[in-house]
């Protein structure tokens, strides 16, 4: 039977009319969800929101096997995942994006290597990308991922190499884990999250984290055939199986679950990867610490690192190649004096106008804010420092020993590109190279650790996390294996600004290297108080001859027994002349008495200047008088 | 910018000036830098002979002057070339100025003490200048006595270091927050950059009386 079309002209326009806008709405779905433009309202809405996993199925208690949810899937429902992903915690694999200065790096770190080595995906002066040392963005991901927010590599199918394909397979993607930031709910547990990390469970780790599932078993004992539905034949004996489970009483009948979403995100989420611990013996207890002045002004991180729905998070320095007026104005700068072509945000938060009274302007010039007001103030003997991202520190099984390894020194104080100096944290890179053509290329972890575990491992230091003492004789001993395994140029073993390699003779020697510098890179807190501020002491805080700030010495932080390590001196790294800087130190010693000699001398030259320019007044007096006197004389 | 700008122009218009000079001796450079010299250390030992009247400090007037010019030099150099550079003063510019400027300061003060008294201005000089603000008298007739322009200049300059000295010392004390730390240094820049034009008018001065 043939079908009644409808073939009348307004039925077709009808229908060109329907196609338009499901067209249109297709489109503009795609661009704009329905959480991506916020209609101003500063309340936060609920979100009672159903359980996507994966494969975009809506999860359902009473399925077998329950699946972990998924943020791309379940946030990027309302929201544009693929918008939030450019931000700056989840862009860091992105070739495209400019780096921008120096951040902290994610740091391989192996006492029984000897090594300490700065990575990043971005591209950081002095640091390494992680396949320059052998580390697939797997291992990558599975070793530091556990203090990400997710994103970058490990949500990119492209950065998937063709040898970890199954084992991104059993795992899954390392999504961005929205929750990690935004969930207020008290019960969320980010160390469960990085446990689970480490455990190569990416794709459970954000469900086990949330305050309404746990998550058992380790994609890490899987096989490679293993299959998340239909699980594997031949599973290692004791190996559990990932599983979640969720707590029934909080799905509600449409299979709802209540998410404790915020806008504004808590400090102690940020905190969960930005702690940082300062090893001080005077100091071991956490309340003899402060925090952020800021903070304790009832601020919070966002107020000043802020994003839009792109995540593109303020990084709060003046020169960040992105910054826009409005970024520019949460910066210090801007905050609190407004910058040089605009000053109507000035003071914005209620940020105090800076009297700096008696701070000669050249240091405004010279100096970023943060070098007087930020980080731990320079002592003698400079501070070592724990992060969370380098240590793990607020993870269930941290290493706790203040020793443990990496090595970061704090403060050092470092003249950036545009010749202003700032306070840095600072690492010495230790690493086995091959040098060619003065060139220094860093080994595969896999290739030096095969050979230095078995030399390096009895040292009894090593319980502790903390560096083996490195004999030069076991240097040799090292160096001299490693020499067989390599096809061109020479072993060296990088570490405390120099390399030391095997001469001909087989003799151990060292010497200076470009790319054996020290990996710095800018702090900006916790902020101290004005009243903590250097300089609040007056000059001789910076300018005297004892003055940690010009003068400090930079150990030379390595594993090796080896003497005649000279320190690197701080104005090596400020750009500045050493006897220069001493002999301008030096001159503060007399600057009371070059203060009272010009005040004499001022007061002596207004006195003759008072003195004869009353008498060469009353002369001049005189002379009219004199003058009017001729004038009515006639003569 | 500005303050860069306005030392560029005046020492361009020294070398104008010197460059005229050379032009008019028609001499070649080498023996032209030489007499120049000469001739500028003449200058200078000739502002010492102003005094009529000898008041027993001799030696120490002299040595006082030659090392506050001598100083001045050091301070004028020491923050120019860095100002001209587009640089900030520091390193070895600043501690070059830092140690000139105090001995600058107590020879300059023991020399205006020593020498205000030979700068006063003469009856005669005060009458020139009545005379120039008289609209009466007809400007031809007046005549300028001939160390009176020296003497304007010496007295500017004193006011001058009398600023420039005070805005760095109170540069030094807690009083003045960023803006008038700021002011302060433009202050002193620009009391300098008027006191090198003095001294530079000064020397200019007395080539034209000389010539």
Known sequence: ?635 | MIYQILVILVIVFFIILILQKRNSEKTGFREFSRNFLKEMIDQIKSFKEISKTNNGFGFLKKSVFSLAVLMFFILVLSSMLPVISGNAMSGLFLILHLLAAPVFVICVTVFVVLKAHDFQFSNAELKYLLDKMNSNVSKEKVKEPESFRLKVYFWIFVLFVITAILSVLLSMYPIFGTNGQITLLDIHRYSVLVLLSVFGFALVNKFAQKN
């Open chain 1, 1 to 635: 039977m043939q079908k009644n079309k409808d073939r009348s002209i307004p039925g077709k326009i009808s229908k060109i009319f329907l196609l338009t806008f499901i067209l249109l709405s297709v489109s503009y779905a795609k661009d704009n969800k329905i959480g991506d433009n916020p209609d101003g309202s500063r309340a936060i809405p609920v979100h009672v929101i159903k359980l996507i996993d994966p494969d975009s199925s809506v999860i359902w208690l009473d399925e077998t096997p329950l699946m972990p949810f998924s943020t791309e899937k379940t946030c990027g429902a309302c929201h544009s995942y693929q918008t939030v992903r450019k931000g700056w915690h989840f862009n860091a694999g992105d070739s495209g994006v400019a780096a921008g200065r120096n951040g902290q790096p994610w740091i391989y770190s192996d006492p029984y290597s000897a090594s300490q080595i700065p990575l990043s995906m971005r591209d950081w002066q002095g640091a390494f990308k992680p396949a320059q040392i052998g580390m697939s963005n797997f291992d990558y991901i599975a070793r530091f991922g556990r203090q990400m927010p997710g994103g970058s590599v490990g949500d990119d199918e492209n950065a998937q190499s063709l040898e970890m394909f199954w084992r991104w397979q059993v795992s899954g993607k390392q999504e961005i884990n929205c929750l990690s930031c935004h969930d207020a709910e008290r019960s969320h547990d980010q160390a469960e999250y990085a446990a689970h990390i480490i455990r190569q469970n990416f794709r459970w780790a954000a469900t086990a984290a949330s305050g309404f599932a746990s998550v058992k078993g380790s994609a890490k004992d899987m096989p490679d055939n293993y299959d998340i539905y239909a699980g594997s034949a031949t599973l290692p004996s004791r190996a559990i199986e990932p599983a979640v489970s969720y707590q029934s009483e909080r799905f509600n009948d449409k299979s709802e679950v209540f998410f404790d979403i915020t806008r504004d995100v808590p400090d102690e989420r940020c905190y969960f990867c930005h702690s940082n611990k300062t090893i001080d013996s005077r100091r071991t207890e956490t309340w003899h610490f402060d925090e952020d002045v800021h903070l304790k002004a009832g601020m919070h991180c966002v107020d000043c690192h802020r994003n839009g729905l792109d995540h593109d998070i303020t990084r709060g320095y003046a020169d960040d190649s992105r910054s826009d007026m409005m970024q520019l104005s949460l910066t210090c700068k801007g905050c609190h004096l407004g910058t040089d072509d605009n000053t109507q945000f000035a003071g914005r938060l209620g940020a105090p106008k800076p009297l700096h009274e008696g701070i000669p302007a050249i240091h405004f010039e010279k100096l970023s804010c943060t070098s007087c007001h930020s980080g731990n103030r320079p002592e003698e003997n400079l501070l070592q420092l724990k992060t969370s991202m380098a240590h793990g520190i607020g993870l269930h099984k941290t290493n706790k020993n203040d020793q443990v390894l990496p090595h970061i020194i704090t403060p050092v104080f470092v003249e950036n590109e545009n010749g202003v100096i700032e306070p840095n944290n600072l690492l010495w890179p230790s690493y086995w190279a091959t040098l060619d053509s003065n060139k220094l290329v860093p080994l595969e972890i896999q290739l030096f650790a095969e050979v230095t575990r078995p030399i390096i491992a009895h040292l009894d230091s090593l319980g502790t996390g903390d560096w083996p003492v490195l004999a030069d004789s076991t240097l040799s001993k090292v160096l001299d294996s490693l020499q067989t395994k390599i096809s061109r140029g020479k072993a060296v073993y990088v570490s405390a600004g120099k390399i030391f390699y095997l001469d001909d003779q087989n003799n151990l020697r060292n010497k200076d290297h470009e790319q054996a510098k020290p990996y710095t890179w800018p702090i900006a807190h916790d902020v101290r108080p004005a009243s903590q501020a250097l300089g609040m002491n007056g000059c001789a805080d910076c300018h005297s001859l004892s003055s940690p700030f010009y003068f400090a010495d930079i150990r030379k932080d390595t594993a090796l027994k080896q003497a005649g390590l000279q320190p690197l001196s701080m104005t090596d790294l400020m750009g500045q002349n050493y006897l220069e800087s001493r002999l301008f130190s030096f001159s503060f010693l007399f600057r009371p008495w070059l203060k009272y000699l010009m005040f004499v001398c001022s007061f002596i030259l207004i006195a003759v200047i008072i003195i004869y320019g009353f008498k060469g007044f009353s002369r001049i007096l005189t002379a009219v008088s004199e003058n009017e006197k001729d004038n009515s004389t006639g003569r």
